[in-house]
């Protein structure tokens, strides 16, 4: 038939919630039973993403996915590794979200947290839908283990109690994202995937819920976004992160979500002092999981095709700033051209975010964070007057005391997630201006709060 023309791309997933709901637990649990007997069934560790191949997911979900019609269209997932809302900050692609679709964890005992309302508003400003994971459902009270089970089969097997607190914690939930805006219902209760959120409730230590959490990414994947999977030849290419690694030098890790890459390609990527134009010496990927044990090489490719995560090696890297686009340079391409696209992806988040002559300034690791960090500021009404990505030199903290003398409250350097240079603490200290650095945004809140009723303090006992 037409249909079987087409070919889709493993969508790309990433995983993002408050700290401690078990992110990291859960991808561990979803390579792991699908590595079970020593054999790895096609999964694939890339870099910075774990590839889990369909047949694996058929076999996981053979038992109940007959029940709701399934009809598996897509190669696999490709789950994104590092999780955390840093990451998926990062997860940007040309002003668009990188990630596909999500999944935002729960604590199925703490309900809703401060990270994942953060995530919650994230993923609205990049229009990614996603499923909520109820996880940790083996910390019910009475709750018998069904190891690796279902969850409707494991569900069957409860005891009155622990049906009941089962219950009232997802009746809690719901209501809680309804306080947010957003309509959930457990998943296999769910008729309309468009409007209403999924809850997959899993136990990232018992197993339980891992396979239904596999079937609905893809459900709402197929459901929802099959066109934007569809594969395409043109390159879409969006870097992670730059990794210095012994032996090799500087390095960026990149997820190839459209297209290929060679050994030998000319490419250019987005630099902190302008494009950066190279050749990719090789492109690498970790050893299969199975081997994970023997440190071994890493494996090289000739050439790789979507969607992928891999290493590329290559001069001149040191300054790439995460979060923007890698293009590769064709014999008949302009470079100039693509040169000036590259500036214009950075500038163009620059020239969004909204300054005033009178603010503070900000600073991120990441093009899509300073994006994110800007938004977050807009919304609890603080004015911004610099704005840069990378590391805090002296000249950002020169910069942010230019306000020492037109509204000395604004005298201060936001640094989110990122290194702050010896010199720029001298200079920060010299000056007097205040440097707050954390690694997630809603701890600024409070700080930002503390700092401001510190100087309504301070001129309060000046004008007393
Ligand atoms: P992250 O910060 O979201 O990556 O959370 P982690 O995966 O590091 O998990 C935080 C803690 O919760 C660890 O001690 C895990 O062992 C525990 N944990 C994670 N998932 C589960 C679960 O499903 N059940 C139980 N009982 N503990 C869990
Ligand atoms: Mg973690």
Sequence with gaps: TRENKIEYRSPIICILGHVDTGKTSLLDKIRNTNVQGGEARGITQQIGASFIPIEAIKEQTKSFAEKVKMDFKL????????????????????????????????????????????????????????????????????????????????????????????????????AALAGQELNSELWWRNKDYKKVVSLVPTSAQTGEGIADLMLVVIQVMQKLMLEKVIYQEKLQCTLLEVKVIEGLGCTIDVILVNGRLKEGDKIVVSGFNGPIETNIRSIITPPPLTESRVKSQFIQHQEIKAAMGVKIVASGLEKAVPGTSLYVVDEDDD????????????????????????????????????EAFSSF????????????????????????????????????????????EDSAKQAANDMKVK????????????????HFDEIRQKLREETA
């Design 75 to 174: 190669p696999g997932l490709l789950l994104i590794d590092t999780p955390g809302h840093e990451s998926f900050n990062n997860l940007r692609s040309r002003g668009s979200g990188l990630c596909d679709v999500a999944v935002l964890v729960v604590d199925i005992m703490h309900g809703l947290e401060a990270q994942t309302i953060e995530s919650i508003n994230l993923l609205r400003m990049r229009n990614t839908p996603f499923i909520v994971a109820l996880n940790k459902v083996d910390r019910i009270y009475e709750w018998k283990t069904c190891v690796n089970t279902n969850f409707v089969d494991a569900y069957k097997q409860q005891s009155k109690p622990a049906i009941q607190e089962f219950d009232s914690k997802v009746k809690e939930t719901i």
């Design 335 to 370: 470079i100039n051209a693509i040169k000036a696209e590259a500036i214009k992806e950075v500038e163009s988040v620059l020239n969004d975010i909204e300054t005033s002559g009178i603010g503070v300034s900000i600073q991120a690791s990441t093009i899509g964070s300073l």
């Design 377 to 420: 500021l807009k919304k609890i009404k603080i004015p911004v007057a610099n704005v840069a990505v990378g590391p805090v030199a002296k000249k950002h903290v020169m910069s942010a005391a230019i306000m020492l003398e037109k509204d000395p409250k604004y005298a201060i350097l936001l640094a989110f997630d990122v290194k702050i």
């Design 435 to 450: 440097i707050l650095s954390e690694e997630t945004i809603y701890l600024f809140e409070k700080k930002l709060k503390d």
